[in-house]
């Protein structure tokens, strides 16, 4: 019999639906339960696409007798971590604190009040390498509950008000300087792997927003260094197995330090993100791989995460099944010489082994191999790799497909219409620009209330239950101000302005101007959750502080500049230290001290052939974080069109940074020198 998963939208949590466990959602009505039965809280905290989770899942929670043992003696809560990022953070943190590491799933003890007081990610179904067995955990948690239950409300007592001295160090309310993002470069060059690409070792992931700054930077100063970096490491991930060499599109991260095998997860911000930067690197040094890849990646986006309603899904499985009933990870990917042969005849096969690395013993497990691109010497018939591509793909789409989450994430869809957005503007590609267009439209539709507050997720044209978190506001409103520049839609404009004016009233401390991830008026947990840091996607606390700058470019805002240059007072303290976790913070530093520079494009209409060369050489432009506005003269629905007149009757630009302005121009390469950065 389905338990109480069973009427909730999140695919994580409906995949636990028919568990023999008798899961809660997240709820008051969950801990009033334990309370009232004198129980702890087993909660589990996961997400659709998570390996481990579904390990885990198999092997214990689908399993009877633990079932019947955690129904017996605990309330069980589940928890998408997608849906609700706030709940994840918390009690993320209290298991780093207590452990030293993290990751999901994340299963943790809580007492009747919501308070930890036992951590773990993983547990096997028995004792393995130095690992407890599961039951053997719910055994002993069981038992210190019931024997020492002084000593367990006094360690969660004690947690909790660690947890809340834990209060940022904000460092000062003044923006990072030259300094501090030449230290952040400098720091950025000693954990760089100049053989491979990329900062660290093993495992590796893609440094989307650290890669913005360094292009940001290159185009600011000039460092040869920074872009040096940013290219050779996009170069090394788009030849790796971290990059579908046939459908396009990057998985979560690579387990090794070459981006050979990756794990095989496809999200949305990764790929929304990677989209946007290697567009961005096209930009800057017109690299026709940076132009494939981003094109390739934008096509996956819609051709695969694409919903019925026009928004993008979360994620594909890394799972799928091998075509035995077995679900493995990476299945749908990986190729054997004889599956090649299979596909394309003994001459095709044995090009395509070399062409995209496959060996007999495999690069990945049981002699399968991941694609890659090596380098190699020589000219290949780009035809008939064109053609092997596409046999490969159609012989693929035959294979069971990975499961996909469909719900739709405010955050990640924001970042989807900006990537969208921009490439389809760069290469020409109406079709991905109405595609960013439909994405926000289904945002405002389904997502925004009267008052402009967000549902951070839907699904099927539903909207979720659970209210937008700051990244929510400040990635949406960010996809909005970038399709404002794309399209010249001033609407765009205007509801970014609502949203970030939610941020300004609900998620800013007014003394500080810290930001905190979830509202004033949110459900609160044991603490107010607050990271400024940049993970898989940019935090709250950076996209806000990016987003805020772009819409006080737009508007003479005074306000929102100040809270910007505020917010960006931690990415001065964290930025020289950890630059690989603020790195969309060192990017929207880098537009503060560009200005960012502010170009008004006005013409007759915006689809007049001269209007449109302009407004196409100002999206070119490498200025950091620059804004673009494109309009008829004194168009009311952008600030920066006013008191800007055709000059000769002519289209014209206007750029203007630090409260000055150059001269209106009306020729192109005018233009695109002011705006080389």
């Known amino acids: 019999m ?30 009033e339960e334990a309370r009232e039965r004198n129980v702890p809280v087993l909660l589990s905290i996961g997400y659709s696409s998570c390996h481990w989770c579904h390990v885990m899942a198999h092997e214990s929670f689908e399993d009877q007798e633990t079932a019947e043992y955690l129904n017996a003696h605990y309330v069980s809560v589940k928890v998408d971590r997608e849906e609700r990022p706030d709940v994840d953070a918390v009690y993320m943190e209290a298991v780093q604190a207590a452990t030293g590491h993290g990751g999901w799933p994340m299963t943790v ?29 719910l055994q002993g948690v069981h038992q210190a509950w019931e024997e020492r239950r002084d000593e367990v409300t006094e360690v969660a007592g004690k947690i909790v008000r660690d947890l809340a001295g834990r209060e940022i160090s ?15 470069l400098l720091a950025l060059t000693r954990e760089y792997d100049p053989q491979r690409g990329g ?11 650290v890669l913005e700054f360094l292009l940001r930077h290159h185009a600011r100063t000039g460092a040869e260094g920074a872009l040096q970096m940013a290219r050779d490491t996009c170069e090394r991930m788009a030849r790796g197995g971290i990059y579908d060499q046939l459908g396009g599109g990057f998985a979560r991260y690579s387990v090794d330090r070459d981006w050979v095998v990756p794990h095989f997860e496809k999200m949305l911000y990764d790929n929304a993100l990677l989209c946007r930067v290697y567009a961005h690197l096209w930009r800057a040094t017109g690299s026709e791989l940076a132009r494939r890849v981003a094109l390739e990646t934008a096509d996956f986006m819609v051709r695969e995460l694409r919903t019925n309603e026009g928004g993008f899904a979360s994620a594909l499985d890394a799972d799928s099944d091998d075509g035995t009933g077995r679900h493995v990870e990476g299945a749908y990917y990986v190729w054997t010489p004889e599956q090649l042969r299979e596909a394309l005849g003994e001459q095709d096969a044995e090009l395509a082994v070399q062409y995209f690395g496959v060996t007999e013993e495999g690069t990945f497990e049981h002699g399968q191999s991941v694609l890659q691109l090596p380098q190699r010497d020589g000219v290949l018939d780009a035809g008939r790799i064109s053609s092997i591509r596409e046999r490969l793909l159609a012989k693929r789409s035959e294979r069971p497909a990975p499961g996909r989450d469909d719900k739709v994430v405010a955050a990640w869809n924001g970042l989807a219409i900006a990537a969208l957005a921009e490439t389809g503007a760069y290469f020409d590609r109406p079709d991905l620009v109405e595609a960013a267009l439909a994405a926000a439209d289904l945002l405002v539709r389904l997502h925004l209330d009267e008052q402009a507050r967000l549902t951070r997720t839907s699904k099927d044209g539903h909207a979720g239950a659970n209210a937008g978190v700051l990244e929510d506001y400040a990635d949406v409103a960010e996809g909005f101000l970038t399709l404002a520049s794309v399209t010249g839609e001033g609407v765009w404009l205007e509801f970014a302005g609502f949203l970030l004016d939610h941020v300004l009233a609900r998620f800013t401390d007014a003394e500080s101007g810290a930001l905190f991830d979830t509202a004033a008026d ?26 805020l700058l772009s819409y006080a470019a737009h508007t003479g805002s005074e306000p929102h500049r100040t809270a910007a240059e505020r917010a960006l007072g931690v990415v001065k303290a964290l930025g020289p230290r950890v630059p690989r976790f603020i790195g969309w913070g060192l990017a929207t530093a880098e537009a503060v001290l560009d200005g960012p520079r502010e170009v008004a494009v006005v013409g007759p209409a915006v689809d007049h052939e001269a209007t449109r060369a302009l407004h196409r050489t100002a999206l070119l432009g490498t200025a950091p974080g620059a804004v673009v ?24 630009a206007y750029v203007c940074r630090h409260f000055t302005c150059d001269a209106p121009t009306t020729d192109v390469e005018r233009l695109r020198a002011v705006l080389s950065g």
């Open 199 to 209: 900062f660290g070792g093993a495992p590796k992931f893609p440094p989307s927003m």
């Open 170 to 184: 904000f460092g000062d309310d003044r923006t990072p300087g030259e300094q501090e993002l030449a230290q952040a």
């Open 109 to 137: 003890f809580l007492t009747p009040n919501a308070e930890p007081f036992y951590f773990g990610t993983y547990f096997p179904p028995v004792p393995r390498q130095g690992m407890p067995s599961f039951r053997q955990v």
């Open 2 to 31: 389905p338990n109480r998963l069973a009427h909730e939208t999140s695919p994580y949590l409906l995949q636990h639906a028919d568990n023999p466990v008798d899961w809660w959602p997240w709820s008051a009505e969950a801990f």
């Open 629 to 652: 506005a494109v309009g008829p003269p004194e168009d009311a629905e952008f600030p920066l069109l006013s008191d800007r007149p055709l000059v000769g009757g002519e289209p014209a």
């Open 522 to 547: 949110a459900e609160r947990l044991i603490r107010r959750p607050q990271d400024p840091t940049d993970n898989a996607a940019p935090s709250g606390w950076t996209a806000a502080a990016g987003a």
